[in-house]
């Protein structure tokens, strides 16, 4: 009698398991409605409006029929400064300083690419500055503890890009 009982039980639980969608009321995949945003994207016109009234500098630019967003942000050369003779602990610090700063400033929105060169020449790297004016890009970069101790030195220039390129 146990065992009718178990056995009933397990076909009972089976059965149960094997419901099928419908039954449970979940739609498969095949039945769900894809959905479109609630919002339309803004057209490269509205977003150079937008970034021309935070104080960017745009221009839409077009080739082939294709529209592209031009925008102006700031390359700063990070050049060899007149202070490198740091020890080697000093130089050490400071170079986590700099990271940090780095970081920072691209963590805050600032900084769009920054990296050292390969070689050991007179520009030891570059960063690529997103704010409204050279001032700032300026101000920005030397606040990094590189440049402050004399180990960096910056040289700024105005550059155009592609909203939205990539490196690849």
Request: proline share 5%.
């Amino acid at each position: 009698m146990k065992n009718a009982v178990f056995l009933i039980g397990v076909i009972v639980l089976m059965a149960s398991c094997n419901q099928s969608r419908d039954t449970r009321g979940i739609p498969g995949p095949d039945e769900v409605e894809v959905r479109q945003p609630d919002t339309v994207p803004p057209t490269l016109e509205q977003r150079a409006e937008d970034l021309e009234e935070q104080g960017f500098q745009t221009f839409v630019y077009e080739e082939q029929g294709e529209k592209h967003l031009m925008q102006q942000y700031y390359i700063v050369f990070l050049k060899a400064g007149e202070n490198r003779s740091q020890d080697s602990a000093t130089a050490a610090r400071l170079q986590q300083q700099h990271m940090a700063h780095l970081n920072r400033m691209a963590t805050d929105g600032y900084l769009s690419l920054a990296g050292p060169f390969a070689d050991d020449g007179d520009i030891r790297g570059i960063a690529v500055y997103h704010t409204p004016t050279q001032e700032m890009a300026d101000s920005l970069a030397r606040l990094d503890p590189m440049v402050q101790a004399g180990r960096l030195e910056v040289e700024i220039h105005p550059w155009w890009a592609a909203k939205g390129s990539k490196l690849e």
